[in-house]
């Protein structure tokens, strides 16, 4: 059973920088896209930004130019780097990931991790 792991929020100050993790646990071949999301509360789950295998990003228009999202495939990670944060930021965010589980297998999309909490407040 491949988990996700996130790790790396907390509290900060608008302007303020966080880097998020994600890990995934367990027996994987190979990865697709990654992605990471969140959701505020009283709002539904949105995509902040995603990266394919080939390198290929695409980021909502409320992060471009704060947010950058990279990958290690031998890490099985993913990262979210968050800069000049707003208090709009403040949300549980989680990550997902496409994955095969081994050489001609098909691409499945993982179970959601727990998430990790990320609070923009002076």
């Known amino acids: 059973q491949v988990q996700l792991v996130e790790s790396g929020g907390g509290l900060v100050q608008p302007g303020g920088s966080l880097r998020l993790s994600c890990v995934a646990s367990g027996s994987i071949f190979s990865i697709n896209t990654m992605g990471w999301y969140r959701q505020a509360p009283g709002k539904q789950r949105e995509l902040v930004a995603e990266?394919?295998?080939?390198?290929?990003?695409n980021y909502a228009d409320s992060v471009k130019g704060r947010f950058t999202i990279f990958r290690d495939d031998a890490k099985k990670t993913v990262y979210l780097e968050m800069n000049s944060l707003k208090p709009e930021d403040t949300a549980v965010y989680s990550c997902n990931m496409k994955v095969r589980p081994y050489r001609g297998s098909t691409y499945y999309t993982l179970n959601w991790g727990q998430g990790t909490q990320v609070t923009v407040s002076s």
């Open positions: 990266i394919a295998s080939g390198g290929s990003t």
